[in-house]
C-alpha cells in the first residue's frame, strides 16, 4: 500500500503481492468535494484492507510518501489542515554545520552537489528554513496521526494484541546540516533511520529497550520472517532482530559498508564508507583525492576529517584497505552466483 519505490523486472510487478494499492502525488486531493491528504487516503486503504483481512494472518507493507518533499512545486511540503497549527509558536533550532563558513570550506566538487542545489529550494534564508522545516514535521505528525488510527481500528478489530508493527525510515535526511537539503551522502544525517518494532506479545522486562548496536534494512526481512514461524533462506544477507528481545546477541555485527553508486548523474556523487562504532572512512571514487576520517565517539557531527593528519595515517589505511575487501567480496560474489 502507498509508494512503490522499489526498481523490479518489468511484467512482475502485479506477482509480488495478493493485494496493491500504489498511490501517488498530488499530497492533497478532492473526494467528494473535500481536500484530503494523501497520508490519509493511504491510511483509509490500509484500514479497508485490515477490516477485509481480520479473519485471516496477514503482512501489510503500508510505505507513506509522507514526509518526501514534492521536488516539483516551489512549497515542497504540504500538510493537512489538521497540522496547520503545530510548531506554529516555536523556532527550530539551525544544526551547528549550517554555519556557512562549514560549507566554504569544503572542496569544490563537495560544492555542487545535488544536496546543494536543494539547499537553495529549502533553506537558502532564514525564514525559509522555518517554513519549510516546520511544514516537514508537520507532515511526519500528519503519519503519526495517520498510524494511530490504524492502531484503533487494529484494537477495534480485536488484532492489536496479536499484531507486530515494524515502523522505519527509508532514509536519512539533511536539515541544513553541512549546507546540504535531502540525503545521498555518507554522513550520519543522511544514513541514519529511525526504527521500531512494537510487539505486544513480548513480556514486559521485553519491552521499551533502546538497542545502540548497528542493524540494517536487510534485517527487516529476516525478522518478518522469524515473527511468521517461516526459516529465511541462507543467502538472506540480513540477521532476525527479534535476537534482541531477550538480550544482546553473541557476534553481532560491530561495522558496516554503505555505496551510494548512480551512473550518469555529476551533482548525486558515488560514495561509499566504512562504519564501526569509533570511526568512519568516506570515499568518492570519482573524486579519490579526498577522503575523510572521523572519530564518531569524539566527533558525532563529523566536522573534524582527520584523514591528512599524519598520526592518523595507518587509520586511513586500514579503513581503505577495509572498503576494498568488502568491494572485492562482492564482486567475487556476484561473479560466482552468475
Not at 484530503?36 to 507513506?64: M, N, R, T, W
Not at 513480556?203 to 525478522?223: A, G, H, Y
Not at 577495509?322 to 567475487?332: A, G, Q, T, W, Y
Request: net charge negative; glycine share 4%; charged share 30%.
Amino acid at each position: 500500500m502507498g509508494k512503490f519505490g522499489v526498481k523490479v523486472n518489468e511484467g512482475i510487478r502485479d506477482s509480488l503481492f495478493d493485494w496493491r494499492k500504489e498511490t501517488a502525488w498530488p499530497y492533497i486531493k478532492e473526494i467528494d468535494g473535500k481536500k484530503v491528504h494523501l497520508a490519509d487516503i493511504e491510511g483509509d486503504f490500509a484500514i479497508d484492507f485490515i477490516k477485509s483481512s481480520k479473519d485471516q494472518p496477514f503482512c501489510l507493507s503500508l510505505s507513506f510518501w509522507a514526509p518526501h518533499a514534492d521536488d516539483g512545486a516551489k512549497e515542497q511540503y504540504f500538510w493537512p489542515d489538521y497540522c496547520d497549527s503545530l510548531y506554529k509558536d516555536i523556532v527550530i533550532p539551525v544544526p551547528e554545520t549550517a554555519d556557512p563558513a562549514f560549507f566554504e570550506a569544503l572542496p569544490d566538487f563537495l560544492k555542487t552537489t545535488m544536496n546543494r542545489e536543494r539547499w537553495y529550494w529549502r533553506f537558502d534564508n532564514p525564514e525559509k528554513y522555518q517554513h519549510m522545516v516546520k511544514g516537514y514535521y508537520k507532515m511526519i505528525s500528519c503519519v503519526d496521526s495517520v498510524i494511530g488510527r490504524i492502531q484503533n481500528i487494529l484494537t477495534k478489530e480485536g488484532l492489536a494484541e496479536n499484531t507486530v508493527i515494524i515502523f522505519m525510515g527509508d532514509n536519512g535526511y539533511f536539515l541544513g546540516d553541512r549546507g546540504y537539503a535531502d540525503k545521498w551522502l555518507m554522513y550520519e544525517q543522511s544514513i541514519r533511520v529511525p526504527m521500531i518494532i512494537y510487539d505486544p506479545r513480548q513480556k514486559e522486562t521485553s519491552q521499551r529497550k533502546t538497542i545502540e548496536e548497528m542493524v540494517l534494512n536487510v534485517d527487516v526481512t529476516p525478522t518478518i520472517l522469524q515473527l511468521a514461524g517461516v526459516q529465511s533462506p541462507e543467502r538472506y544477507q540480513g540477521t532476525d532482530l527479534t535476537a534482541f528481545y531477550e538480550k544482546k546477541p553473541e557476534n553481532w555485527r560491530t561495522a558496516i559498508f554503505c555505496e551510494h553508486w548512480l551512473e550518469n548523474n555529476s551533482t548525486i556523487l558515488k560514495t561509499e564508507c566504512f562504519r564501526n562504532d569509533t570511526w568512519k572512512f568516506i570515499r568518492y571514487p570519482d573524486h579519490p583525492d579526498f577522503v575523510e576520517l572521523y572519530n564518531l565517539k569524539e566527533d558525532e557531527n563529523e566536522v573534524n576529517n582527520r584523514a591528512f593528519e599524519l598520526k592518523y595515517a595507518d587509520d586511513l589505511e586500514f579503513y581503505k584497505q577495509k572498503c576494498d575487501s568488502v568491494i572485492n567480496k562482492l564482486l567475487s560474489d556476484s561473479v560466482g552466483t552468475n
